[in-house]
């Protein structure tokens, strides 16, 4: 059995360029499209390019066992590490799916597709993002290539609803406007070739998929890591590919494009004190994972299980206010008994989330009286996080 992708094709569509194949397989034939939107130009200056197409099939094509044909030629450094140790990497976090061969052809020529040399990451106004802008801001030393200039906003599944979807996009948006960033992103529909795994599991390459149908407006593509690495190399391999990201992203570059991952090196709690010491950016943090929460009025419910870490670790330190403008703080007093219950299972239980044992470490350790004797006692009795730091190096965060 094979997978094909051919016509492939540029398709004007309004003010947007989109990307669009046919996918042919033994059940379907269907036309995919990448719908892009871009304030800079060049995404129809070279001719439509098949890699995206390839990277969004590849997890699909090796759980059902077929094979992928492409009747375009594909960039030949990609086309290399995707028949090779993309596949390796994969089955040994996956062990479910299988080694399957790809025929295409590389480009012999490298056409220069674009004089492009935007610095872009993906960006909603979450932690691990902000805290990348809060570097480009603040560290003279921060290397060119991490020195951010084009945010891109996808949708590639993380958000389900499409009203959740506007309003993260025009947050976005108006976060470019003000810190005179550039804007990109693409969208596409392809939850079928990632049934049966979470966005978590598969979230890489849905990323790098639509990333790469952008590939003529930026040169480097950061990923701003959600995963302290002293936590995830450890547990290699593992289903969540975060981990794996050090060794797939060099891997998935291209000619003309690369991806690197940022941040792992730091903890979830070392970048909210970060974030926290910029009232410019605290100001503009949105975290909220409640899918109902009506966010027209303020972007974070403040008691969800992202939310609420954040706040507890800024109602610590006493930088509860300038959160004010984006996390719904009422909500976050009112509901704080069933919120804690919810915080301190996700600490003790079979997940162990990492974030909330730093946080209830931080507040075991920093000498509050912001929180009431019982509280404090239960943060003593959650398991010590695996990566910690003394309470002044964390507070330093904050200068």
Sequence with gaps: ????????????????????????????????????ISTVDGLSLADPRPDAFLVMLLMHAMKTRQDIWIEDPVDPKLLFHLRGNIQVILRLCFPELGAIRIEAEARQQSQPITASSHVATGFSGGIDSMQLIHRKECDRQLPSEYSVSMLMHHG????????????NFQ????????????LAGARFQTNSFFEGYSFLETHTFRTVAAT???????KHYLFASGTDLQVALPSLPTRTLDAANPMLLPLLATRENTFSQYGGEFTRLEKILEVLGSEALASKINVCAR?????????????????????LVAEAVGRLDCLSENFDLNSFRTNKPRCYLNFFTA?????????????????????????????????????????????????????
């Design 212 to 218: 790469l149908s952008l590939a003529p407006i930026f």
């Design 156 to 167: 590639v599944g993380s958000v389900t609803h499409e009203g959740q979807y506007q309003m």
């Design 291 to 311: 899918v109902k929460h009506d966010n027209s009025r303020v972007l974070n419910c403040g008691r969800c299980f992202k939310c609420f870490p954040v706040l």
């Design 171 to 182: 947050h976005t948006q108006r976060f470019a406007e003000e810190y005179g960033l550039e």
């Design 1 to 36: 059995m094979t997978i094909r992708i051919h016509r492939l094709q540029h398709v004007q569509q309004d003010s947007r360029c989109d990307l669009s194949a046919e996918i042919v397989t033994n059940d379907f034939r269907e036309a995919f499209v990448f719908e892009r």
């Design 347 to 399: 600490a003790f239980g079979p997940r162990k989330m990492q974030t909330n044992r730093q946080v209830a470490w931080l507040i075991s350790n920093y000498d509050s009286e912001r929180f009431p004797i019982s509280i404090r006692s239960l943060m003593r009795l959650v398991p010590d996080p695996i990566a910690e730091s003394s309470v002044e190096q964390l507070l330093s965060k904050l200068q």
